[in-house]
């Protein structure tokens, strides 16, 4: 039986209050300055449904699921969504331009320092723009959140990073090559399709540990969490480029190389902010890759989730765009010097023991 009790001290604690109330307002000063960056370059903030017939389409999120009961009494399946992606593609398509977002998300089996079941992303998309301008506004966004919290530094652990340094630009194959020795193209086809076999030869020369039921993905996966993610944004940020076509699912192939796509990751102090992409406005491609990443999530999780027939109906008449996500409670604990992430919550979710 599950003790609904917290399993650690309440939040609402005066004494726990009073030590996280200069996060909180450290959290609301960005939030405003924000808001007036967004303000001041032409962009509309939208507000978005958190319940959708699709929470997403990617194998390894997690989504919250719930029903909703029709006037006839007949339950329909519906979910918390885990961004507001979906939603916001479909404002593009109605013909807004530039369109900026905070909205509550919730992620499942996610809980840590960086991690909580419900928190705030930050999304902003530009029509007719490119993915590099969005380089920038990560650039003038660490910039802003710095000034706003009066820091010279942003840190994270043992880790620092000069937020009004110009972030590095960094392409995935060149950090495999830099920081494990391992040429991850030689097993992308120019196609996108991958080698698994070819890419396990190339963990094994480096001397990273493989499993025999590894896919490729398991195998690219871990060389990012072990072998390169260490090592980003320690000095100055980092703006992770190009993945390959099989780990962007929503992002179109690169005009210089079919094999990756338009897809950056930001980094700072070792902590992931924010990802990036070049929109992918194929339909029919679109379609084939959630159904890909739903045939790997069933494979793992024995779960599937339903393809939002509404959004690809929409992403046929979208505009080109790139568009980002930000995990704004992330960044304001690099920008307050906050521990966990629990820290810059109004009102965190509770912690149940079991």
């Not at 980003?232 to 099989?246: M, Q, S």
């Amino acid at each position: 039986m599950t003790d609904r009790r917290p399993a650690s001290p309440s939040w609402w604690m005066p004494s726990i209050h009073a030590d996280r109330r200069p996060f909180l307002l450290g959290r609301n000063a960005i939030q405003a300055a924000l808001r007036g960056y967004f303000a001041t370059r032409d962009f509309i903030e939208v507000d978005t449904a958190t319940l959708q017939v699709s929470p997403g389409n990617e194998a390894h999120l997690h989504a919250f699921f719930t029903e909703a009961i029709g006037n006839d009494g007949e339950a329909a399946p519906l979910y918390l969504h885990t961004s507001p992606e979906f939603a916001c593609k479909k404002l593009l398509a109605a013909g807004e331009q530039r369109i900026a977002c905070f909205a509550h998300v919730y992620r499942n089996r996610e809980r840590g320092p960086l991690h909580h079941p419900e928190f705030t992303m930050l999304e902003w998309y530009r029509a007719g723009e490119s993915y590099e301008r969005l380089m920038a506004d990560c650039a003038e966004i660490l910039r802003l959140a710095a000034e706003t919290t009066k820091t010279s530094r942003f840190a994270f652990r043992n880790g620092e990073c000069d937020p009004f340094a110009e972030p590095e630009r960094l392409s995935v194959a060149r950090a495999f090559e830099r920081h494990a020795g391992i040429d991850l193209l030689s097993s992308v086809e120019p196609n996108g399709a991958t080698d698994r076999d070819r890419l396990a030869a190339e963990l094994k020369q480096a001397g990273i540990r493989i499993a025999d039921d590894d896919t490729w993905a398991d195998l690219f996966s871990r060389v990012i969490v072990e072998k390169v993610e260490p090592h980003l944004g320690f000095g100055r940020a980092t703006i992770l480029d190009e993945y390959p076509i099989a780990e962007a699912a929503l992002a179109r192939p690169s005009a210089r190389d079919p094999r990756v796509a338009e897809r950056f990751e930001l980094y700072a102090c070792g902590v992931e902010l924010a990802n990036a992409f070049g929109e992918l406005t194929d339909a029919a491609e679109q379609r084939s890759r959630f159904q890909g990443e739903m045939a790997e999530k069933q494979r793992i999780y024995g779960e599937t989730y339903p393809l939002d027939e509404d959004f690809l109906d929409a992403l046929a008449v979208m505009p080109e765009a790139s568009g980002i996500a930000l995990g704004f409670d992330r960044l304001v604990m690099l920008a307050t010097g906050a521990l966990r992430i629990e820290q810059v919550m109004w009102a965190p979710v509770a912690e149940v023991t079991r």
